[in-house]
């Protein structure tokens, strides 16, 4: 995890968090780390709060000062034409289904899931 910027103090929560997931290495897997570099170069709104994340989105749970909302940004496998845009919103995300690249790492919709068990 690494912290991208922050128009409000990190030790105070936002209203909006927007977490940028995936590792730039990977080519396609880079896009939310890219999307948050892009906000983070612009004026923030004091309620924002902007951060990358390379590694497990189970340490979201570390992550989350009380945001009323968290908005991730990751690259999706799909059949739609690259640079499509995809919303989903988090009842959404927690009907996908759980799909394990190995025990290390959970997909994002596992992982919501054992967050909201913690």
Known sequence: MRYARSASSESVSAQLMIVGLGNPLMADDGAGHAVVGR???????????????????????????????????????????????????????????????????PSVSESLRWLLHA
């Open 39 to 105: 906000l983070g170069q612009s004026e923030l709104p004091p309620a924002l709060r902007l951060l990358v994340m390379d590694g497990d989105v189970l340490s979201l749970g570390q992550l989350w000062k009380g945001e009323e909302a968290v908005w991730l940004v990751d690259a999706v496998s799909g059949t739609s034409p690259a640079g499509t845009l995809h919303i989903f919103e988090h009842g959404d995300l927690l009907r996908l289904p759980a799909v394990w690249q190995s025990s290390h790492h």
